[in-house]
């Protein structure tokens, strides 16, 4: 993995990364995620720093315009028609790759629902995700993609958004997806290389992609974006993260050994086996990135 770019660590049991969820950079006190998941969940912290994480989705180097063709690497042209995903448990990255605890909050600064927060790219609001810090200097960011494993067995029958059945995320049997993308591929022109499948997609981006977890074991992965990241004493400061869709795509398609995998009741469809390839594929791939 590159010095200053994003990967992802594999899933631990706990849904922590198997970093530790306390200490943190300049003494900061013990602090951890709540436990459970409340609607209104108590705050990590009082006071702190917001830290404005700007997602910006890309694909070959360039913006992944959203409901708009784009031109893949591979010459063919992907017109993405829906992106969600979710992040929990977000931290910054102290010396040493302790991980220090941070509150998901809302515009007005309060923890956001079941402290998670919720990107669709419908909406433009959902692209900033807002942190409150403790001042000092760290070495990048880390978060779930996805949701901790008290939120994925929760029922969103009963929840508010973002874990309601509006979100489009639920997925019977398993709990919620972590992440969604669909859209639709047309193969390169004649003689720009490439390679068709029957369904209209290519063999390095599929058409669907849908990565999630179940409910009796925890598999949200954990992500780190490594690069420095010095958090002012007040006021506020941003940054923007790259979500690489290469990566997804090359991860979604990967060969990936799938041994173990068990899947959900019902007929198991190629965007669910795609989902399940970019989750064991994570630790090797470079999906989040700060940009310039």
Known sequence: MAPGTGG?????????????STGGAGGQAEASWPSGCAERPAPIRTEGTIVEIAFELVLGDKPFLFGEPNVAPDGSTVTPLNVRY????????????????????????????????????????????????????????SFIWGLHQACNVSRPETNVAPLSEASQ??????????????????????????????????????????MGGNLLMDLAPRVEVRGAL???????????VRIVMDE?????????????????????????LAGERLRRGLPDLTVFAFGP
């Open 86 to 141: 979710y992040v929990s448990h977000a931290a910054l990255i102290g010396a040493g790759g302790d991980l220090v605890p941070v509150d998901i909050v809302g515009p007005d600064g309060a923890p956001a629902p079941y402290g998670v927060h919720f990107y669709n790219a419908e909406d433009p609001g959902s692209a900033t995700l807002r942190l409150r810090a403790p001042a000092g200097s760290y070495e990048g960011v």
């Open 230 to 240: 010095s958090v002012p004493a007040s006021g506020s400061m941003g940054k923007v």
């Open 248 to 272: 997804v795509f090359g991860g979604a398609t990967a060969d990936v050994d799938m041994t173990g995998f068990v899947p959900p009741p019902g007929p198991v469809g190629d965007e669910l």
């Open 169 to 210: 995320m639920t997925w019977p049997h398993t709990g919620y997806l972590f992440l969604r993308y669909e859209g639709t591929v047309a193969p390169p022109a004649e003689g720009e290389g490439g390679s068709a499948d029957p369904e209209g997609g290519t063999a390095s981006v599929p058409p669907a992609v849908h």
């Open 8 to 20: 992802a660590g594999g899933s631990q049991p706990d849904g922590s990364g198997g970093a530790s």
